[in-house]
């Protein structure tokens, strides 16, 4: 049951810490919509990991 929760956080987990780094060149900041953008993918990946567990 661990390996399924971390399977599903781990990547969510990755792609949150990239775009939490002060870095330049993070995909999004120049746009109005860039946050909603980032949440509709991340909800896609957790949507894409449930249905594949």
């Known amino acids: 049951m661990l390996s399924v929760i971390a399977a599903i956080f ?5 792609f949150t810490g990239q775009l ?7 995909s999004g ?5 860039g946050f ?3 949440v509709a993918i ?3 990946v ?3 990991q449930l249905l594949i567990f």
């Open 10 to 14: 781990l990547p969510l987990s990755f």
């Open 36 to 38: 909603w953008i980032t």
């Open 46 to 48: 957790l949507r894409v």
């Open 20 to 26: 939490g780094s002060n870095l330049g060149g993070i």
């Open 29 to 33: 900041t120049n746009s109005y919509n």
């Open 42 to 44: 991340l909800a896609e």
